[in-house]
T-cell receptor, first 114, second 112 residues
């Protein structure tokens, strides 16, 4: 059974701290791994990772994928209260009728205090 | 630009009542459409996906059904709601080989 596990499930930090969120997966025919940020309602896209060892970066956020060890990390440096959200990891698997389907992890709830 | 509309935002329904949630996408053609559910404290679970009009694939056996009467319209339905149908329902779309999903704003369904 395809599985995506995120850790920690929740995290409380203070502004300025650096956080690392983890995502491990067991998926048949891996195609890509995606990170989403969910504030209140709709998740918004952060990163798509397909190749090992290549860091994706956007401002204070960065992410990297290890396809050998089957995990990804999402780093947030100099956290701000606006980073408080649920961070979702999802893995897309390829082939046949599985086109475009994602399996999501349970999410990490990040709370950043002033 | 592409936009996705989902309504209603919140819904409170009694057990045994019918359900209809609607999702429409603008600014794109032949999108892949998805319905996800997020139960409290859990990740997103794929319920249905559709690659074209009238083509619906179900991921989990359940009390719900989906229909795609038009290219950019996706409907989630139930004839009789159960308590376990409560949750946060998200519609999403993607196009072609780019598998990024773009989500609607969601519907919070409470079945009482």
């Amino acid at each position: 059974e395809d599985k995506v596990v995120q850790s920690p499930l929740s995290l409380v930090v203070h502004e300025g701290d650096t956080v690392t969120l983890n995502c491990s997966y067991e998926v048949t025919n891996f195609r890509s791994l995606l990170w989403y940020k969910q504030e209140k309602k709709a998740p918004t896209f952060l990163f798509m990772l397909t190749s090992s060892g290549i860091e994706k970066k956007s401002g204070r956020l960065s992410s990297i994928l290890d396809k050998k060890e089957l995990f990804s990390i999402l780093n947030i440096t100099a956290t701000q209260t606006g980073d408080s959200a649920v961070y979702l990891c999802a893995v897309e698997y390829a082939g046949g009728t599985s086109y475009g389907k994602l399996t999501f992890g349970q999410g990490t709830i990040l709370t950043v205090h002033p | 630009s592409q936009t996705i509309h989902q309504w209603p935002a919140t819904l409170v329904q009694p057990v045994g009542s019918p359900l209809s949630l609607e999702c429409t996408v603008e600014g794109t053609s032949n999108p892949n459409l998805y319905w996800y559910r997020q139960a409290a404290g859990r990740g997103l679970q794929l319920l249905f996906y559709s690659v074209g009009i009238g083509q619906i694939s179900s991921e989990v056996p359940q009390n719900l059904s989906a229909s795609r009467p038009q290219d950019r319209q996706f409907i989630l339905s139930s004839k009789k709601l159960l308590l376990s149908d409560s949750g946060f329902y998200l519609c999403a779309w993607s196009v072609g080989v780019n598998e990024k999903l773009f989500f609607g704003s969601g519907t919070q369904l409470s079945v009482l």
